[in-house]
């Protein structure tokens, strides 16, 4: 039961991590405009038939526990379609060939 338990907890607190910083207000449905609105204007942009793929980077400074300060950066993509979101998240889109010209490839 506890390796259940570790294993649900686990997974919620990434999956909450999946939508923060640039990105917290972002949902699927929103239009293009809502989305610049909510996160910025983007910092790469592609456009395929109806399709278009917009990018961020997330760029947090933070500080260790040796005292030292990093930089965390983590890749979004938002995928529209007809002006709308069908999906988001972290890792890149790549462009593909197919009815749905791009793909995002989440971050290991």
Request: with cysteine; proline share 6%.
């Amino acid at each position: 039961m506890k390796p259940a338990i570790l294993a649900l907890l686990s997974i919620l607190l990434l999956s909450s991590c999946s939508t923060t910083g640039k990105m917290a207000g972002v949902r699927p449905g929103m239009s293009k405009a809502e989305v610049v609105t909510a996160a910025g204007d983007p910092d790469g942009y592609q456009k395929s038939g109806d399709y278009e793929a917009l990018f961020y980077v997330d760029r947090k400074a933070a500080r260790s526990w040796f005292g030292s300060s990093y930089r965390d950066v983590v890749d979004y993509s938002i995928i529209l379609k007809d002006d709308h979101v069908v999906e988001f998240g972290p890792g890149r889109t790549h462009q593909r060939e197919g009815e749905v010209p791009f793909v995002r490839v989440p971050m290991r």
